[in-house]
């Protein structure tokens, strides 16, 4: 061929092949003395493509500048710089969306398509990299630095690599039923090495990011080694996919279609390591970054051989797998990094909770016996308190102040062992127990767990779980914690577990041994002023989509809401109080109703209701009633104990669903006084001729305890007597047969309940004066404290003269 005109591009290039330019004769288009003194050269970015020296091939530009400069090149018979676009999806690219080292090349022809792109037929001439951007409009134009290729000088070695080129690619268009004849025509015809190797480089199959690798590689040697290593990964996937397609389709049938597909995915899975083998070999990567003793790491080898002998069809095979994938997940000996900041720690819990002095004490203690001995077994923390004390959300402040992870573990309703040790793995659906699984999660060994409601576990016909937490909560024991389903220790020592209860009744007394018990009373009318102030009407009001201004609520008014509408040990009460206001402040807003955003106490009456009473005066002001102090699981509490006489037989009668203890005390009482009528100035008459009925109102509710013992006496002698007891007086203790008072205990929460109530005065035993003198005295001024050794005092105090 001598004749530019006589190529048939149609059919050498028609599926995008290029040739190479020696082999049509293209000699009118070579480099002329205009283009060696050529300094500024137009760069046309490509995408997905890349082009290499001394080759043709066709390039279609559909963007403006393209074609604009395609055009004026021709025109200006000029060199331009082809470089590809690192990113083909940007349809304007700038300069750093292109590679740096391009091709220089001719334009031979300009074909204009009838969909209005534009097809040049290009002639690749030099290698070259960018220098300077120069412009960038109308279309891109570089000073650039030309590169030569450097050749080998192991010619014999060079020369056999391209011999194994050629014949690989023969290979490869033999087998690839897209490639068109005229590639092997062109390969079978090229006898410069060079040429061949841009020549397979141009057409061959491989990525447009490898080819440019290729085409930066100044070394021709070191170019067709990497092009003959890809030209193998290319020939190996052929030959895999001829096998699939020649296995599937000896098997293809009319009524066998779905078969083939199953099966050809089974072969395509098979062939890229989906069996057993390629499981292993994942499960033991993944171990080689995992930090482990040798015990551990002998038992991972030992399970990672038993699957590699089972089958993989075999249920058994699933549930190997599956323990080994939660025994490669969890953090062995990986642990978070404690922060030893005191001072911050102590920012972050004031800046969570109000109040809780105690508790914040003993954590910062615990942190600076960290920070002085680096090393320490975590406490067992137990939280005691009434609801909405916010125990569980003090775990969540100690993990922050620590710097661990947080996890927040459920017992409520818990009754099966298994939930604490895990199942056996042989069992269908066998799972580790809780703890694990938040250790796992946690993704570190010395999390802050917090073990919420441990005093609500059950017990069921599959164990004890409460028993099952004495290993896991046993500082001594639970650096090895045996988890049946991980089958070996795990190490729990650096946990840092912190439970919450509201009882300590209901928990097992070993299980109570191994915590150490921090009890949170209630909050005082003060404390709860100031957690609503800081937390809880921000709270609201951004949960009613309401901004800091929208309503305000005074100390005056949180104190009618607390005293008037509210009676609890916690602030939840509170909260869904104020959370009404909220609401009704949205609805306002909502409406365009106009409406005073400081909410006085009226306006907090009409929004949540009828106020109860304030005043016990009423209650108290008829002789026979008492004010009572009582515990209870939601904290303290205050309760009425009523007396009345009638005409009898000198009978007692006890009613308001009251336990044992309690009716134990009121015969007690009317014993004492039948023994000391005299000294009581009580007269025998009345005595052997009165019926007593005692009564303790609220009979829904069971009550129990020895501490209503001087409430019943005071009640049935100001009966007898007929005289009233001081309003706003309350009391509790125990009594003896001989008049003696005892002490009791919940204190703290009693004297609270009481402060709540509009209680002024109170009578205790004189051995509770150590239990007073551990609370807060701010929480007691309002209260004056009666102590008392015998009964004879609480009559003197208590009942009218």
Same mark, same amino acid.
């Given at each position: 061929m001598t004749e530019f005109e006589d190529i048939n591009f149609d059919e050498i290039m028609g599926d995008g092949f290029s040739i190479v330019a020696e082999e049509i004769n293209? %000699?009118?288009?070579?480099? =002329?003395?205009?283009? +060696?003194?050529?300094?500024?050269? *137009?760069?046309? *970015?490509?995408?997905?493509?890349v082009m290499f020296p001394k080759v043709v091939i066709p390039i279609t530009a559909g963007r403006e500048m393209s074609i604009k400069l395609l055009e004026e090149a021709q025109q200006k018979g000029e060199f331009i710089g082809i470089l590809s676009q690192n990113n083909s999806s940007v349809e304007q690219p700038t300069s750093k969306d292109m590679y740096q080292v391009g091709t220089l090349a001719k334009i031979i022809k300009i074909i204009k398509l009838p969909d209005g792109n534009t097809t040049a037929i290009t002639k690749g001439f030099q290698r070259f990299k960018i220098k300077t951007f120069t412009s960038a409009k109308p279309y891109f134009k570089a000073?650039? @630095?030309?590169?030569?290729?450097?050749?080998?000088? +192991?010619?014999?070695?060079?020369?056999?690599?391209?011999? %194994?080129?050629?014949?690989?690619?023969?290979k490869i268009i033999q087998l690839d039923p897209n490639i068109p004849n005229a590639a092997n025509y062109a390969i079978k015809n090229l006898n410069d090495n060079e040429d061949l190797l841009n020549f397979v480089c141009t057409n061959a199959n491989f990525a447009a990011a490898d080819k440019q690798k290729l085409l930066e590689e100044k070394s021709l040697m070191i170019r067709a080694e990497k092009?003959?290593?890809?030209?193998?990964?290319?020939?190996?996937? /052929?030959?895999?996919? %001829?096998?699939?397609?020649?296995? @599937?389709? !000896?098997?293809?049938?009319? %009524?066998?279609?779905?078969?083939? /597909?199953?099966?050809?995915? +089974? =072969?395509?899975?098979?062939?890229?390591?989906?069996?057993?083998?390629?499981?292993?070999?994942?499960?033991?990567?993944?171990? +080689?970054?995992?930090?482990?003793?040798?015990?551990?790491?002998?038992?991972?080898?030992?399970?990672i051989n038993r699957l590699q002998r089972q089958n993989p069809n075999s249920p058994d095979y699933n549930v190997q797998r599956n323990y080994l994938d939660f025994f490669t997940d969890l953090p062995w000996q990986k642990y978070s990094k404690d922060i030893f900041d005191i001072v911050k720690a102590e920012r972050i819990l004031d800046k969570a909770h109000f109040g809780l002095e105690d508790i914040k004490k003993r954590i910062l203690e615990h942190m600076a016996v960290l920070k002085l001995k680096n090393n320490m077994k975590s406490p067992i923390l137990c939280l005691v308190g009434p609801p909405g004390v916010g125990k569980t959300s003090l775990g969540k402040s100690v993990a922050d102040s620590l710097g661990r992870k947080y996890i927040r573990v459920s017992l409520g309703g818990?009754?099966?062992?298994?939930?604490?040790? &895990?199942?056996? !793995? =042989?069992?269908?659906?066998?799972?580790? &127990?809780?703890?694990?699984?938040?250790?796992k999660k946690a993704g570190t060994s010395n999390p802050v767990i917090? /073990?919420?409601?441990?005093? !609500?576990?059950?017990?069921?016909?599959?164990?004890?779980?409460?028993?099952?937490?004495?290993?896991? /909560?046993?500082?001594?024991?639970?650096?090895?914690?045996?988890?049946n389903f991980l089958e070996m220790g795990y190490d729990?020592? !650096?946990?840092?577990?912190?439970a919450t209860a509201n009882s300590l009744s209901t928990i097992q007394r070993p299980l109570l041994d191994r915590m150490e018990i921090i009890e949170i009373a209630g909050y005082t009318l003060e404390e709860k002023v100031e957690i609503a102030k800081r937390h809880l009407i921000k709270k609201q009001q951004e949960e009613n989509g309401l901004d800091s201004k929208s309503f305000k609520l005074g100390n005056a008014e949180l104190k009618h809401i607390i005293d008037a509408h509210t009676s609890e040990s916690g602030v939840r009460g509170l909260e869904k109080r104020?959370?009404?206001?909220?609401?009704?402040?949205?609805?306002? @807003?909502?409406?365009?109703?106009?409406?005073?955003?400081?909410?006085?106490i009226d306006k907090v009456d009409e929004i949540l209701g009828v106020p109860r009473p304030k005043s016990l005066s009423e209650i108290t002001g008829v002789p026979g009633v008492v004010t009572g102090l009582a515990w209870t699981q939601v904290g303290g509490d205050i309760l009425f104990i009523e007396s009345i006489l009638s005409e009898g037989k000198g009978n007692l009668t006890m009613t308001g669903n009251l336990g044992t203890v309690m009716k134990e005390s009121a015969t007690i009482a009317l014993e004492y006084i039948k023994a000391k009528h005299v000294e009581l100035g009580i007269s025998s008459e009345d005595i052997q001729k009165k019926?007593?009925?005692?009564?303790?109102?609220?009979?829904? =509710?069971?009550?129990?305890? *020895?501490?209503?013992?001087?409430?019943?006496? @005071?009640?049935?002698?100001?009966?007898?007597?007929?005289k009233k007891v001081k309003p706003h007086l309350a009391m509790t203790g125990e009594i003896t047969l001989r008049g003696k008072v005892l002490p009791v205990g919940g204190i703290k929460e009693k004297l609270l309940a009481a402060a709540r109530a509009g209680i002024k005065e109170i009578i205790l035993c004189d051995a509770n004066r150590k239990d007073v003198q551990e609370i807060k005295q701010d929480y007691l001024k309002n209260l004056k404290i009666n102590y008392v050794s015998r009964m004879s005092e609480v009559v003197d105090l208590a009942v009218e003269k």
């Open positions: 293209l %000699n009118d288009f070579t480099e =002329t003395a205009e283009n +060696k003194e050529q300094k500024i050269f *137009p760069i046309l *970015p490509v995408r997905n493509m000073e650039i @630095t030309k590169l030569k290729d450097v050749s080998t000088k +192991k010619t014999e070695e060079y020369n056999a690599l391209l011999e %194994n080129i050629k014949d690989l690619a023969l092009c003959y290593e890809l030209m193998h990964n290319d020939f190996r996937k /052929l030959e895999l996919r %001829n096998q699939i397609h020649q296995k @599937t389709n !000896k098997e293809l049938d009319k %009524n066998q279609r779905e078969y083939f /597909l199953n099966q050809q995915m +089974k =072969t395509i899975q098979e062939e890229l390591g989906g069996g057993p083998d390629s499981d292993v070999e994942e499960l033991q990567e993944k171990a +080689k970054s995992i930090q482990w003793s040798e015990e551990v790491d002998a038992h991972f080898k030992k399970e818990l009754h099966d062992e298994s939930e604490i040790r &895990g199942h056996r !793995k =042989t069992y269908i659906g066998a799972m580790a &127990g809780r703890i694990l699984q938040s250790i917090v /073990l919420d409601e441990i005093d !609500k576990i059950g017990q069921g016909v599959h164990g004890d779980p409460s028993s099952a937490l004495l290993e896991v /909560l046993d500082p001594e024991q639970n650096y090895s914690f045996y988890d729990l020592s !650096k946990v840092m577990f912190i104020i959370a009404s206001i909220a609401r009704w402040v949205a609805l306002q @807003t909502a409406t365009e109703k106009a409406f005073d955003p400081k909410i006085s019926n007593i009925h005692v009564h303790v109102p609220e009979g829904a =509710t069971p009550k129990d305890g *020895p501490s209503a013992g001087i409430a019943m006496l @005071t009640s049935i002698v100001s009966s007898f007597r007929n």
